[in-house]
């Protein structure tokens, strides 16, 4: 593995240890009530999100 791809797995590392918890969390919440003014688009986004960082990361964990 070059350190090129090292820096890009560590950042894409540090990003799902951001991005899953904080999307499971905001989830919760909005099912709580907490959060029900936010609308649903953002969660979305989120969850997105967390699923493509998921996949790019198992892509070049894969690949080194």
Partial sequence: ???KTQKI???????I??????????YLLRGFG???FLPGGIFLFF???SLFLLISFLITE???
């Fill in 17 to 26: 240890v951001l991005f899953i918890p904080l999307t499971i969390l905001l």
């Fill in 47 to 49: 969850i997105i999100a």
């Fill in 9 to 15: 797995t560590k950042k894409l590392r540090l990003l």
């Fill in 34 to 36: 907490l959060l029900s």
């Fill in 1 to 3: 593995m070059n350190r």
């Fill in 62 to 64: 894969t690949l080194s």
